[in-house]
């Protein structure tokens, strides 16, 4: 009974493990042949597990098929194991190669085991130096040995930063020949396009100096850089012994591409003067993705990574925003940026969603963000095109339009000028007058009767007749401005101005404004006893008439000295003002309010 009961349980067992063992992949005549349909995988969420553990489970049938034929799981945390047995059937291939297809998985390792107990350890991913790779290839690649006939187990182990994807395909060396043959052409193609509008647009910016022109070739360039980097050619190319750039470089150029899209989205579509809010936000986003690009180059891959990836899509998506706005503004260039903005978003978008998962591994979306950036800058580049035409036709325009105007104003513009010069020849004689007046009196001022005093002391030398200088000051002037105020003084001074200016009226006579409360006045043709009488009736015309200011009533009076310069006297216009002061002094002395003359100071 119990012996029964034993070979029962063994024969559950063995049932068991057969209903569990994974399919057996058999390889004939096909050169090409993914893995994906025959995978069975295990999630290591802590990525603890050794291979002698992933090995127990492989027997234990824990490994479960791939969710939905999928080996796209996005962003994960911990190791993915996957497993799948081989019997090769080709005699003429024993040697296969074994190609992730993903070029940005950081540790693959590859675990052969064979009939004889025998296991075959291979470790690659971009965390080693690229000459670790089995071909010089820009995917991850393993050589497998697989005798025919003979079932091999082959187990990898794949940890990563980056997106966990795994397209495992096995290649013999014709196969493989072909597909990278193929590979490099299309790559090949794709950044023949890149250099080939790159250097064409160069031209333009050099030329036009454009900066539309400067920000595209920033654009281009750094987006070809992130697929230069996520196609592992960069790794290949660039960096091939420093497993940290190509860790680095892939966020740190997507955050540069992102900074380029924007900026040339901004001045294309003359986002400052066509939507203000819009162009405020996209330099905010310029902002933050300069700060990605910095975080890049601390921050682990598997934080900044996906979040720059979706901030391709939202940027994309609110480019296509922008240029609807604008184009509903009246701005018809944003209709080709629009529909090439359509191509970069289809491709980028797909892309985007197969890195989380979201899409199956497939040619259209592996390589989308090919297609749709290859559309995207050709449509750019013509739109570019179609920009300068529409400006410079504008500019014709605008020119032509100017050129009508202008010979419309050309003859308004000649008089306006003659008429500008006549008001220039006006207002010089008013500068000039008003150069040689008195600002409070209106009276000349000191320096233009010196200058008319000279010239008529020259003319009565030439014509034998006498001229007279009176040198008039007001009596206690600074105890009116300090009894009534300097406003009051200021009306006294120019009550004095017009009383005099009166009582000259008759004389042909030179009055000016000496300096302060001082007054000069030269009488041409006038003796010492003619000026003395004039002088004499200044002085009552003063005293006569008090002022009156702001209510109050002041009396002015006045001290005069009188010298008179004969035909033959042989002075100048100094030294006759200097006698006419000595005799104003000496009025100053005998008691003010009186007239002295030269003679009389003698």
Not at 24 to 35: A, E, I, N
Not at 370 to 399: D, T
Not at 470 to 492: A, Q, R, W, Y
């Amino acid at each position: 009974m119990v012996l029964a009961r034993i070979l029962l349980a063994c024969i559950l067992a063995l049932v068991g493990a057969t209903a569990k063992a994974a399919p057996v992949l058999v390889l004939g005549d096909d050169g090409t042949v993914p893995l994906t349909p025959r995978l069975s995988y295990r999630h290591d969420s802590e990525g603890v597990d050794r291979p002698e553990d992933a090995w127990r489970h492989v027997d234990a049938g824990d490994f479960a098929p791939l969710p939905d034929g999928s080996a796209a799981f996005g962003f994960q945390r911990g190791a993915f194991w996957f497993h799948v047995p081989i019997v090769n059937r080709n005699p003429d291939e024993q040697r296969w190669l074994l190609v992730q297809q993903y070029a940005l998985s950081d540790h693959i390792d590859v675990y052969a085991r064979y009939r004889d107990g025998r296991v075959v350890h291979q470790a690659g991913g971009d965390a080693l130096p690229f000459a670790a790779r089995s071909v010089r290839y820009r995917h991850p690649n393993f050589m497998l040995n697989l005798p025919v006939g003979e079932q091999v187990d082959v187990l990898v182990r794949v940890k990563s930063q980056s997106s966990m994807q795994v397209p495992l395909v096995l290649y013999t060396r014709t196969a493989f020949t072909e597909l990278s043959r193929d590979a490099q052409f299309a790559i090949g193609l794709y950044y023949g396009i890149l250099l080939a509008l790159f250097f064409y647009n160069l031209v333009l910016w050099l030329t036009l100096r454009d900066a539309s022109y400067f920000w595209y070739l920033f654009h281009i360039t750094a987006f070809g850089m992130v697929l230069f980097c996520l196609n592992g050619l960069g790794f290949e190319y660039l960096w091939p012994t420093s497993p940290w750039l190509a860790d680095k470089s892939v966020p740190l150029s997507i955050s540069l591409a992102l900074i380029g899209m924007h900026q040339f989205s901004r001045v294309f579509l003359e986002l400052p003067q066509r939507w203000p809010p819009g162009n405020r936000v996209s330099l905010a986003a310029i902002l933050v993705f300069a700060a990605f690009a910095v975080a890049a180059t601390l921050m682990p891959y598997r934080t900044i990574t996906p979040i720059v990836s979706l901030a391709v899509l939202l940027s994309i998506i609110w480019i296509s925003i922008v240029a609807v706005v604008v184009l509903r503004r009246g701005y018809t260039p944003a209709r080709l940026f629009l529909l090439s903005w359509a191509m970069f978003l289809a491709g980028t978008g797909a892309f985007t969603l197969v890195a989380f998962g979201v899409l199956p591994k497939t040619f259209l979306t592996e390589y989308s963000v090919q297609i749709g950036s290859a559309l995207e800058v050709l449509l750019l580049s013509i739109a570019l095109s179609h920009r300068y035409a529409a400006l410079r036709n504008e500019n014709e325009r605008i020119v032509g339009e100017a050129n009508r105007r202008l010979e419309r104003k050309v003859a308004q513009r000649t008089q306006e000028v003659r008429s500008t010069l006549t008001q220039l020849e006006d207002a010089h004689r008013q500068l000039s007058e008003s150069s040689r007046r008195d600002g409070l009196t209106g009276l000349y001022n000191r320096t233009h009767f010196h200058d008319a005093f000279e010239t008529m002391l020259e003319d009565a030398s030439r014509e034998g007749s006498p001229v007279s200088v009176l040198m008039i000051d007001l009596d206690h002037f600074k105890s009116i401005n300090d009894e009534h105020g300097h406003l009051v003084g200021d009306d006294c001074l120019r009550a004095a101005a017009h009383r005099l200016g009166s009582g000259l009226r008759a004389h042909d006579a030179l009055l000016a404004r000496f300096g302060g409360e001082e007054f000069v006045v030269a009488l041409p043709g006038r003796n010492l006893q003619q000026a003395v009488s004039i002088a004499e009736t200044l002085r009552r015309s003063l005293v006569a008439e008090p002022c009156v200011s702001h209510g109050r009533t002041v009396r002015i009076s006045a001290s005069i000295g009188v010298h008179t310069v004969h035909p033959d006297g042989g002075r100048d216009a100094d030294s006759a003002l200097q006698v006419a002061d000595q005799a104003l002094y000496q009025a100053k002395d005998n008691g003010r309010d009186c007239v002295r003359t030269a003679l009389t100071a003698a």
